[in-house]
Structure formats: structure tokens, C-alpha cells
């Protein structure tokens, strides 16, 4: 991010403390110092959306993305499974000027940036052994 086209580029970091343990172990896995990027990225031309963050939910509800709550305290596949998660994908992908990096960062502005690993209390555990994505 420190070259001009990182500077250039906007970063839409989607993160969910549901894939917090596996950023753990890929992180001792590679011998890194630093954090991954589901810890949350800062830069004036990035933005870290928390998937697991309700009030972050209720904002992108309120200007009509539906997203789930989490479903489960472990699933590296919430970011890419979680109902209502690609309508907000496709917009950003397919229509940037429907959602610019700085109207989603006034948005989401205060919406607390670190993991909130809370589902509610009626939290699945995985389905291990099922043969289905968790």
C-alpha cells in the first residue's frame, strides 16, 4: 500500500472472528510476525468490514444490504456463505459508484473495528463430518 498504486487502489477488507482460528494457525504456520489481514487493515484508502460485528450488520441493513448474523463460533466459510453476504459482493464489484469507499467508511464510522467472536446464544456447531460447508 505504500506504492502508488496502493495509494491509488481502495481496500474493502471483509473479516469475520469466525475465521479467527484459522488466521491463528496460518500465522504460527508461516512464521509471522505480523498480524493477518482478518485482524483488520488501517489505511486512509482501506476499510475493514467485521462480519460479526452487529452494529456493522444493522448499518449495511439499513441501506439495504441483509446480511446474517453469525452462525457459528468457528467457519472459515462465513466471509463466502453467509446469506446475504454476495448481494453486498456484486455491489461492490459490479456498481462501485453505488457504494464509494468513503460513504462505506462514514457509514460504518464507530462501528468497533475489533473481533466481536459473539454468535448469539442458538450458535450451531460445526456440522464436522457431515460432508457440508459450516
Known amino acids: 500500500m505504500a506504492t502508488p498504486a496502493g495509494q491509488s487502489a481502495e481496500l474493502i477488507n471483509m473479516v469475520s ?3 479467527a482460528v484459522y488466521d491463528f ?6 512464521r509471522r510476525k505480523d498480524d493477518a489481514l482478518g485482524r483488520g487493515f ?6 475493514t468490514i467485521r462480519l460479526e460485528n452487529r452494529q456493522a450488520l444493522a448499518r449495511l441493513a439499513s441501506v439495504g444490504y441483509q446480511i ?3 452462525k457459528h ?3 472459515h466459510w462465513s466471509t463466502y456463505l453467509r446469506p446475504g453476504v454476495f448481494d453486498l459482493y ?20 464507530g462501528a468497533p473495528q ?3 467472536h459473539l454468535p448469539d446464544k442458538n450458535a450451531q456447531p460445526l456440522p ?3 460432508k457440508q460447508a459450516s
Open 17 to 19: 472472528g469466525e475465521n
Open 25 to 30: 494457525l496460518l500465522k504460527r504456520a508461516l
Open 42 to 47: 488501517s489505511a486512509h484508502n482501506a476499510l
Open 68 to 70: 446474517a448474523p453469525p
Open 73 to 75: 463460533w468457528y467457519c
Open 90 to 109: 456484486a455491489a461492490l464489484l459490479a456498481a462501485p459508484e453505488r457504494t464509494p469507499l468513503p460513504y462505506l467508511q462514514s457509514l460504518l464510522d
Open 114 to 116: 475489533v473481533a466481536q
Open 128 to 130: 464436522l463430518g457431515l
